[in-house]
């Protein structure tokens, strides 16, 4: 546990030195807060029926989305980029000559990156109901915290996956180019998939994003309980079950690689 | 025992292919020979000196020694341990100094630095005030930030980081690259000193400075585009014929 904390510890030192991009961080909260604020007033009183099942309200179904689509983000980015500034920066060298194992390494360097989402998301909600009257009244915190975990482990094994690209390939990763665009498109973010052709739906429901953003909107919005969300649940579970230890097996082998080929720390 | 026997160790790194070579030849591996079937026997608290010039492929051996970079044939034992097989107790054995000031984070002090680096390694937080102290390091210095470092100091934290686990092997890599003479000339009585007469370590340094080596080393090897040229007592060798016969 100490090694981890120190990673947090090591992360928050660095990030929290650049103090403006902290502050440009949360204005961008707000301003995203502004876009969906108008674009939800171009849709007012509507009845949009694929709405229904999320309360009807767009303004509340887009700002949850943005909060929980952040994560899928710092997954698939930030243990990819940790490896890329490894590797640019030379630090990653240094630290596997350390007594830590590699899977330790790479997760303890993401944990930074999803407590940093995990507080701009709370800010993000805070300012939408503090600013923009977004009712969460109904909200079911367990449900939320359930998911919350489920949606960073499931991803996790994408962005861990992402990062064996990473080592290999240095840049040009393929898992984060298509799974990004597909789930920005198909996932759920801006829109229900219910208006999506029946052959599209078929897609999103591949993806774990399309899971984690109905389970989020369905506690926060609608109060769901945790036997209410259980296919969703189950579903992030065996994401991540088969997608973390295939994800970690796949890392070792590309570092292997890299050193095989002598390019840890090329990039 | 030796503390470390290279018994015919090859490396070869696989060539980047160019665009035509992709369509022409997609199944052709094009290679480099980085070393060539290397034999040395490094002793038990012995100064041993890499020498060669850049290509040479000191940081190639030296990183087979670390675990960073896998030989392709032949083998390197650390204290009796295979690299290869043996990787994670190779790791508690050696102390890898990396010259390159951007193996550090450059927005943490250099105490934040050595820190960090000792809860990975399970050493306790104590050690580090002891070893910042050990290189010359004042407390002053060790709170500043690292990018505020000047070339010697960093060289020093590169040390103190190499030395946290206590290992019984220091591995260096160009120790004193960018220093100035007098940094240098204290970096290497640093070396000689400190670690090997008082802390009896075993010491391997790559340099291209063939005074450095003259200065501190007990035995060298010189290595030539991935060959050793020769090998023995720094007195024995005629380094400037040797060299320049190259």
Known sequence: ?267 | MYSIEIQNLSKNFPQLKTYSDIVLHPFTKQETMALRNINLKIKQGELFGLLGTNGAGKTTLLKILCTLVLPSSGCALVQGLDVKQQAKHVKRLIGYVISDERSFYWRLTGKQNLLFFASLNNILADKVDYLLDSVGLTQFDANKLFKDYSTGMRKKLAIARGLLTDPEILIMDEPANGLDPLAAMRLQSLIREFLVEQQHKTVIMATHDLHQVEAICDRIAILDKGEVKASGKVGDLNLMEILSNG
């Open chain 1, 1 to 267: 546990m100490a090694k981890v904390f120190a990673f947090i510890w090591r992360d928050f030192i660095t990030e929290s030195s650049y103090k403006l991009s902290f502050l440009l961080q949360i204005f961008n909260l707000f301003t995203s807060l502004l876009l969906f604020f108008f674009l939800s007033k171009l849709l007012e009183g509507l009845d949009i029926i694929s709405l229904k099942p999320y309360g009807g309200d767009y303004f509340s179904f887009v700002v949850i989305g943005g909060a929980f689509f952040a994560f899928f983000e710092v997954a698939l980015q930030t243990l990819s980029k940790s490896i890329r500034d490894g590797q640019m920066l030379g630090t990653l060298e240094a630290l596997l000559v350390t007594q830590t194992e590699i899977p330790l390494i790479l997760i303890a360097s993401s944990i930074y990156s999803f407590i940093w989402a995990t507080i701009k998301s709370v800010i993000y909600l805070l300012l939408g109901v503090l600013l923009f009257d977004l009712d969460l009244s109904n909200a079911n915190f367990i449900g939320v915290a359930v998911m919350l975990l489920l949606t960073i482990t499931a991803f996790s094994g994408f962005g861990i996956l992402a990062a064996s690209f990473v080592m290999v390939l240095k840049k040009g990763d393929p898992i984060n180019f298509i799974l990004s665009n597909l789930s920005k498109l198909l996932g759920g973010f801006y829109y229900p998939i219910s208006v999506l052709p029946d052959w599209l739906q078929v897609i999103s429901y591949l993806l774990p994003v399309t899971y984690v953003l109905e389970g989020m909107r369905l506690a926060f919005l609608q109060g769901y309980t945790i036997s209410q969300l259980l296919p969703n649940i189950m579903v992030l579970s065996i994401f991540s079950l088969i997608m973390l230890p295939i994800s970690i097996w796949i890392f070792s082998k590309a570092v292997q690689r890299a050193k095989q080929d002598g390019t840890l720390t090329q990039y």
